[in-house]
Every structure is written in C-alpha cells, then in structure tokens.
C-alpha cells in the first residue's frame, strides 16, 4: 500500500514539473552560434615581470563572429576593416586604459584607427567569452590587412610584449 502511494506520488512529482512545449527544452540545449565562434577567436596575453602578471589583455577577432552566415539575432558591422574586441586589466591600475600608460596596441605594426571604450551594459559585452568585472573593454579598429596572418601585438615601454596569431577566414 505505501510503495503504492510513494510511486504514485513521484509520478506525479514527474509529471507535474514537466513541460508541456518542446521549445522550452530545445531551447536549453541550442548552441549559442555568436559565442561558440567568437570563443575560437580569442586570445589572452599577459605582459609579466618578477613573476607577477603586470597586464592582461583578451582579444576576440570579430570579423569571423560577424559574418553575413552567422549573424541571426545579434549583429556588429565589421566592414572597412579589421576588427577587435580587446578587454584590458592593468595591475594596480583603477582604470584600465592601454593607450595612455605606456601600453600599445599594434596589428601587423599598423596603430589602431579607432578605439571605442564599451559602456558596462554594451550589447556586445554579453555576447563575448571571457568577460570580467575587473576589465575594461574596447571595439578596437585595424585598418583591412591583405595577409592572411593577423598579429596583434600587445606592448609596453617596462614590461615587454606578448603577441597574439590569428588567422583570416577564407572569403
């Protein structure tokens, strides 16, 4: 009698907080197409002396993330050049501007064109990987390179530099 009542009971259990839409379960199991992609693009360099970890930058190519084949519900246009998005932490630092502590930031020895700080709430911000609280994010613009070695040179004046590889996708 009470294996009965315990059975019928988690039965119910079961029953009661499935759901009834399939969309609601695809949903959880769908790849996010933006991150996936956006996660095979990106890179970290970290600039050390004295065993400690001076700076941190992580960049994600965007112009592979943001093809017209990729792009469903979220979008960045990426034409007219190479395009970045370069998260910065400077140690001691309370604010993390690469361009003006003696840090720089070169891609195939060519200087950014543009460099645009992202508000904390940037759309683009939820869309990429490795994103922390203690960093600050830049869309940095490269003017278009025609090789298709892309070498994105993190540099300082006292702590050396790092450089980042990445490949071009193919048209």
Same mark, same amino acid.
Not at 115 to 140: A, F
Not at 147 to 158: G, H
């Given at each position: 009698?009470?294996?009965?009542? $315990? =059975?019928?009971?988690?039965? =119910?259990?079961?029953?009661?907080? #499935? +759901?009834?839409?399939?969309?609601?379960?695809?949903?959880?199991?769908?790849?996010?197409?933006?991150?996936?992609?956006? $996660? %095979?693009?990106?890179?970290?360099?970290?600039?050390?002396? #004295? =065993?400690?970890?001076?700076? %941190?930058?992580?960049a994600t190519y965007l112009n592979p993330v943001f093809t017209?084949?990729?792009? /469903?519900?979220?979008?960045?246009? &990426?034409? *007219?050049?190479?395009?970045?998005?370069? *998260?910065?932490?400077?140690?001691?630092?309370?604010?993390?501007?690469?361009?003006? /502590?003696?840090?720089? %930031?070169? $891609?195939?020895?060519?200087?950014?064109?543009?460099?645009?700080? %992202?508000?904390?709430?940037? !759309?683009?911000?939820?869309?990429? !990987?490795? &994103?922390?609280?203690?960093? +600050?994010?830049?869309?940095?613009?490269?003017?278009?390179?025609? #090789?298709?070695?892309?070498? $994105?040179?993190?540099?300082?004046?006292?702590?050396?530099?790092?450089?980042?590889?990445?490949?071009? !996708?193919?048209?």
């Amino acid at each position: 009698m009470y294996k009965k009542i $315990l =059975l019928l009971s988690i039965l =119910l259990i079961i029953l009661g907080c #499935s +759901t009834k839409e399939k969309d609601n379960i695809s949903q959880l199991f769908t790849k996010d197409d933006i991150y996936h992609i956006s $996660l %095979l693009n990106t890179q970290k360099a970290q600039l050390i002396a #004295s =065993l400690e970890t001076k700076a %941190l930058l992580t960049a994600t190519y965007l112009n592979p993330v943001f093809t017209k084949k990729n792009c /469903k519900n979220f979008c960045v246009d &990426v034409s *007219g050049g190479e395009y970045f998005f370069v *998260g910065v932490y400077i140690n001691g630092s309370k604010i993390n501007h690469f361009d003006d /502590k003696g840090y720089f %930031l070169t $891609l195939n020895g060519m200087k950014p064109i543009e460099i645009k700080e %992202l508000d904390k709430d940037d !759309p683009l911000r939820y869309e990429m !990987p490795m &994103v922390d609280n203690w960093s +600050t994010y830049y869309k940095v613009k490269y003017p278009t390179v025609n #090789s298709k070695k892309l070498k $994105l040179v993190f540099e300082s004046d006292r702590f050396g530099k790092d450089v980042l590889t990445f490949r071009k !996708p193919k048209k």
